[in-house]
């Protein structure tokens, strides 16, 4: 391999795959510390006007579990708003600035739960958010090492993208050493310990700047790399910089032009309005609002179906846990897909002479219509009162949830200008997560006016969930007018 040793890029590649495993998207384990904050004693008073104490800590009371689903509401919100913003810090202040913000965010924050207490309990509502910004940001610098292994890139980036969904795992592992006696201050202070890890690979492993795509072939970079400020921007020059997301899946643009054909310059705005975008957002939203309130109340619902039997509900959060590990595994499954798909379709599309662009965007219509049947699936089987089945449920949800990321940032660069991407994959997952602070509205109406019995609002969930069809339907019906009439293409 060209430039710096395959060894250091493989050194870079697999402590990457680490960091985004161990820490980038734990927050995702939320059912398996809400276990453990229980049997602290965590937000209990808001449990002392309730009829009589549980002696169960796992049964908790309605005032608790909304407290709890208060902080999943404001952390997962910011797991998906605060994507922009820290894609532009990335983008602006590149790579070491970027990590040593989110190491400042995650070490503050693991402190911070570490020495919380039952009385200062509240302060969760500041380290949770500040766990998820600082995972995002690793994630997010980490996706460019993709940049180092050429045609590779686009399996590894997917593979990132699994590793932050099995991180979730983290939190098994602290709540099952809690119940072998090593308290929750303990672990949360051996995760700080690891910043000295994330600080000696940001300066010995990782760019100053960003890593470029094409790579050229006298490229370097880490501590004996020797090159200063201005050789790297030389070197990002030379490449041509691009948008982080937008480099996963980006078309050629002489693939998707045909000869001599100019594409009309058309404004951000005309895209972000158009009903391609509209659909895709309500797509997302639907999908992801389901995860993200079965995520956030998922230990409420154990409860309630195991009559407040504590071991049972134990049993059941090992179970989906250990289930969401398994998110690095199903994750590149959809990139396989829709690559395939895409290289059937452009023969196709090149012995008939049509459009390779909208060869392409057909490829994403199986992977959408798959991640709304597989959140389908997920949807009936968690609105159905048996515990038993719910073992189903966590299988659907994580393949579910892995499906929906890699094929959204794919559907995303195959329907729209690379140079809007980075823009539009900001806007689409900002207004997804306005649109996921529903869930604890939710969560509050069905503990109140329901009188804890989700049936009705599973139905409606479930009926919006079959509308997520209609996206795929729309983007193949547009597929094949624009296939009947090459010119409009």
């Not at 602290?40 to 309730?50: G, I, P």
């Not at 390779?356 to 057909?362: D, E, G, I, S």
Request: contains cysteine.
């Amino acid at each position: 391999m060209p430039g710096q040793g395959l060894c250091l890029r493989a050194t870079t590649l697999l402590t990457g795959l680490l960091e985004c495993l161990g820490f980038a998207g734990v927050l995702f384990g939320w059912t398996s510390l809400v276990y453990v904050f229980k049997a602290e004693h965590y937000f209990d008073k808001l449990c002392e006007s309730d009829a009589g104490p549980t002696g169960n800590f796992t049964t908790g009371c309605k005032a608790q579990d909304e407290r709890f689903s208060l902080i999943f509401t404001l952390a997962s919100f910011m797991n998906n708003f605060m994507t922009f913003p820290a894609g532009y810090v990335f983008d602006r202040f590149k790579t070491t600035v970027a990590r040593l913000i989110a190491i400042f965010l995650y070490t503050s924050a693991t402190l911070t739960i570490a020495f919380i207490s039952a009385d200062t309990a509240f302060l969760l509502f500041l380290a949770m958010p500040m766990l998820t910004v600082g995972g995002i940001l690793f994630l997010i610098t980490n996706l460019q090492v993709g940049n180092l292994f050429g045609k590779h890139r686009s399996t590894i980036i997917t593979l990132y993208n699994g590793a932050f969904d099995s991180s979730s795992a983290v939190f098994l592992i602290i709540k099952l050493l809690y119940e072998h006696g090593i308290s929750l201050k303990v672990s949360f202070i051996f995760l700080s310990i690891f910043s000295a890890w994330h600080v000696g690979r940001t300066f010995l492993l990782m760019p100053r700047g960003h890593i470029p795509y094409p790579l050229p072939s006298d490229y370097s970079y880490g501590l004996c790399s020797g090159n200063d400020a201005r050789e790297e921007e030389k070197t990002m020059a030379e490449s041509g910089k691009l948008e982080l997301q937008s480099k996963e899946f980006l078309p050629e643009k002489e693939e998707a032009l045909g000869p001599g054909k100019q594409l009309e310059p058309r404004s951000f705005w005309s895209y972000a309005l158009s009903q391609r975008f509209v659909c895709h957002l309500v797509w997302l939203s639907v999908i992801q609002l389901w995860h993200y309130l079965f995520i956030g109340t998922l230990n409420s619902l154990l409860t309630r179906l195991a009559n407040g039997d504590g071991e049972l509900v134990s049993t059941y959060t090992n179970a989906f846990a250990i289930t969401q590990f398994f998110g690095v595994l199903c994750a590149p499954w959809n990139g396989l897909l829709m690559d395939r798909l895409k290289q059937k379709y452009q023969k196709e599309a090149k012995s008939a002479g049509s459009s390779a662009m909208t060869a392409a965007l057909r490829s994403a219509v199986p992977s959408l219509a798959l991640t709304s049947l597989l959140c389908l699936g997920f949807a009936l089987c968690a609105s159905v009162p048996i515990l038993p089945l719910q073992y189903v449920t966590f299988i659907l949800q994580v393949i579910s949830r892995s499906f929906l990321y890699g094929g959204n940032a794919a559907f995303l660069t195959l329907a729209f200008p690379a140079e809007h991407f980075g823009k539009l994959f900001g806007l689409v997952m900002a207004l997804s997560a306005i649109v996921s602070l529903l869930q604890f509205p939710i969560f509050t109406f069905i503990k109140g006016p329901l009188q804890d019995d989700p049936f009705y609002v599973n139905v409606m969930l479930v009926l919006a969930t079959v509308l997520t069809f209609v996206h795929p339907f729309l983007v193949y019906w547009e597929c094949r007018r624009e296939r009947k009439s090459p010119a409009a293409a």
